[in-house]
C-alpha cells in the first residue's frame, strides 16, 4: 500500500501534495562535518536527519521553517520535529548542553553564519512557499559563490538566449554597439552557467525575453538579485499570456519592458514595481542601408535602390505572417468561450472595431489576471478575434487588388481568394528583399495587443519598402502627419488606401523618404538598448 501523502495550500492558493523521503534534500554548500544548516525541514523532519545525518557534528543542528508551511502541517507535526531532534542526538552524540536544534530567524542567515556551515534544503519547498524561500536559498547560494573582495562592476551583460531565440541576434549586436560585452546564457543551461557567470565578473544587469531562461519559480532570478544583477524582461507577445506560465510573484519585483503601453497600468495594478514602455525596433545589419554589428559580423551594405515587383513577381499588396502563432491549440486547450460572446465580438470587427485584449477582459468580467487559471481565455478570444480579422482583412483587399501571401497552409482556409501562397521565409533571409519589392506591404496588429506595433512597423520602412496598416493606437509613438496617410480603419478601406497612394507618386515617394529616415534614426535596436539600461540606471 502506497503512503498516504500529506496537502497542503501552497502560497497561490492551489493545493499540493507534500514529497517525502530523503531524496528530497539537497546539499547547498558548505564543509562537510561543519554545523548543518536545514532550509525547511519537510512533512517528515526525521528524513532531514537521514540525508544530512553523515554531516553532522557535536554542534547544535540549526534550522530555518515556514510559518505558513508550519501552521498547515497540524499538531502531529512538532512531535515530528522533537522525534527528529532526539534521533540526531543519540545518533551523533551531540552536546548535552544547550539545545540539540536551534529555530533561527530568516534575518539570522547571515553571510558568515551561512558559511560556518553545511546547508541543506527541502527541494519542494521553494515550489509551495517561493516568496518565503527564494530570497533565502539564493542568499544561502551566493553566499558560498561570492568572492571575498567585492567585484566592480563589469561592461558585461547576461543574456538568456539562444542565437536561434527572439531577438537574441538583434540584442547582443545592439549592445555591441553600445561598448558593453553582452554574454549569451543558453536557457537549457542556465542551472549550471548562471553561478559561473556571476562569480567571473559582476554583469551590468541580466536582459531576457520573455522570461526566457528565469525558471517559474524566480530561483535564477533570486541568485541574480543576491548578486546584485538587476534583471530586465523585455516582454515582446502579451505579458499575462507569459505571467501565466510563471509559479512565483518574483516577476512583480523585475524591470518589465512591455511593447504594448496599455499593460502598464494592469501590471501595476497587480503588484509590478516597475513597469516600462519598450516597442519593438529595427536592426539596420538585417533592415537597413549597412551593418551597425560589430567589425567582423560578416554584414556588408547592401544597395537600397528599389526594385521592381516584377522581379519577384509580386502582388500590389504582400503580407508575410503566419495564420496563428505556434502551438496554438495546446496553448490554448480548454480556453474555449461562450459562442455568443464570439458573435458579439463579430459584430464590433464588421463595424472596423477592434475586441482586443482589453475588450476581452472587460466582457468576460475579469479583474484577476494571475495566478488564476483563466487568465488565458481573453487571450484565446482575442486571438480568435485577430484571426477573423486578418483574414477578412485579405478577403477585402483580394476583392481589389493582387495579393501575394508569404504564410503556411491554413491561409486557404481563411483566405480562399488569395490564390498567390507562397512558403513562409526566413527572417534573417530573403524578408528584407521581399519588403523592398513589394508595392506595399500590409500590416494587421494582433489584437492580443491592444495597443501594440509589430516588427512590420519598423523592418519594412526601413528596407526601403512601404507599409499600410491598421490603426492600432501603438502608432502615437510615430508623428501623426506620417501615420495618417498610411492607417487604415476597416477592412474596406484598404483597396481605396492602394489606389490613392498609386496615385499619389510623389507623396508615397515622400513618405518612403521621411518614415525610413524616421525608423533608422529613431528606432533601432540600440536605441532601445539605451533606453532599458537608463531605466536600470545603468
Known amino acids: 500500500m502506497r503512503p498516504q501523502r500529506i496537502r497542503i495550500v501552497n502560497e497561490l492558493g492551489k493545493p499540493r501534495t507534500l514529497m517525502s523521503g530523503a531524496g528530497q534534500y539537497e546539499r547547498l554548500g558548505g564543509a562537510p562535518g561543519s554545523p548543518v544548516l536545514l532550509l525547511g525541514l519537510g512533512p517528515v523532519p526525521l528524513d532531514a536527519v537521514i540525508a544530512a545525518g553523515l554531516s553532522f557534528s557535536g554542534a547544535p543542528v540549526k534550522y530555518v ?20 531532534e532526539k534521533t540526531a542526538v543519540e545518533a551523533f552524540a551531540h552536546a548535552a548542553d544547550g539545545p540539540a536544534w536551534e529555530r533561527l530567524a530568516p534575518e539570522a542567515l547571515t553571510r558568515e553564519l551561512v558559511r560556518s556551515c553545511e546547508v541543506f534544503r527541502y527541494r519542494p519547498a521553494a515550489q509551495l512557499f517561493p516568496s518565503f524561500w527564494g530570497p533565502l536559498v539564493a542568499a ?100 499575462w499570456h507569459l505571467l501565466s506560465g510563471l509559479k512565483s510573484p518574483f516577476w512583480k519585483d ?61 502582388g500590389q499588396l504582400t503580407f508575410v505572417g503566419r495564420s496563428a502563432f505556434p502551438d496554438r491549440e495546446r496553448y490554448f486547450a480548454g480556453c474555449g468561450v461562450d459562442p455568443t460572446e464570439l458573435d458579439a465580438a463579430r459584430e464590433i ?116 519598402g512601404f507599409l499600410i496598416t491598421d490603426a492600432t493606437p501603438g502608432l502615437d509613438i510615430f508623428p501623426r502627419e506620417l501615420t495618417e496617410p498610411v492607417r487604415f480603419r476597416a477592412p474596406s478601406e484598404i483597396g481605396p488606401l492602394v489606389r490613392r497612394l498609386e496615385s499619389e507618386r510623389g507623396l508615397t515617394n515622400d513618405l518612403r523618404r521621411a ?16 533606453t532599458l539600461l537608463v531605466a536600470l540606471g545603468l
Open 349 to 464: 470587427l464588421a463595424r472596423g472595431g477592434r475586441p482586443d485584449h482589453a475588450w476581452w477582459v472587460r466582457r468576460l468580467g475579469m479583474s484577476l489576471l494571475w495566478p488564476t487559471a483563466e487568465a488565458r481565455r481573453p487571450g484565446f478570444g482575442a486571438e480568435e478575434s485577430s484571426r477573423l480579422r486578418r483574414a477578412e482583412c485579405l478577403r477585402a483587399a483580394a476583392r481589389e487588388l493582387t495579393v501575394t501571401i508569404f504564410g503556411d497552409e491554413g491561409w486557404r482556409e481563411l483566405a480562399p481568394e488569395i490564390f498567390d501562397l507562397r512558403s513562409p521565409v526566413d527572417y534573417y533571409g530573403p524578408l528584407a528583399a521581399i519588403y523592398r519589392a513589394a508595392p506595399y506591404t500590409l500590416n494587421v496588429t494582433s489584437l492580443l495587443l491592444p495597443h501594440g506595433l509589430t516588427q512590420r512597423h519598423f523592418d519594412v520602412w526601413a528596407a526601403g
Open 254 to 314: 523585475c524591470h518589465l519592458f512591455v511593447t504594448d503601453a496599455s499593460f502598464i497600468g494592469p501590471l501595476k495594478g497587480h503588484g509590478a514595481r516597475r513597469v516600462h514602455h519598450l516597442p519593438l525596433a529595427v536592426d539596420p545589419a538585417i533592415f537597413g542601408p549597412g551593418p551597425s554589428a560589430p567589425p567582423g559580423s560578416g554584414s556588408a551594405p547592401r544597395d537600397f535602390t528599389p526594385l521592381p515587383r516584377e522581379a519577384m513577381g509580386l
Open 140 to 239: 544561502c547560494q551566493w553566499a558560498f559563490l561570492a568572492p571575498d573582495a567585492p567585484m566592480e562592476r563589469s561592461r558585461a551583460v547576461l543574456v538568456t538566449a539562444d542565437l536561434s531565440d527572439l531577438l537574441a541576434r538583434e540584442i547582443v549586436s545592439a549592445l555591441h554597439e553600445l561598448g558593453l560585452k553582452p554574454k549569451r546564457l543558453s536557457p537549457d543551461l542556465m542551472a549550471k552557467d548562471l553561478p559561473v557567470a556571476l562569480t567571473r565578473s559582476r554583469p551590468q544587469c541580466c536582459v531576457s525575453v520573455n522570461f526566457k531562461g528565469l525558471d517559474a519559480h524566480g530561483e535564477r532570478y533570486g541568485l541574480l538579485r543576491a548578486a546584485g544583477v538587476p534583471v530586465a524582461v523585455w516582454c515582446v507577445d502579451n505579458p
Open 65 to 84: 521553517e515556514c510559518p505558513d508551511f508550519e501552521r498547515q502541517m497540524g499538531g502531529l507535526w512538532p512531535a515530528a520535529v522533537r522525534m527528529a
Open 515 to 530: 518614415w525610413r529616415s524616421l525608423i533608422l534614426s529613431e528606432h533601432t535596436y540600440v536605441h532601445r538598448m539605451t
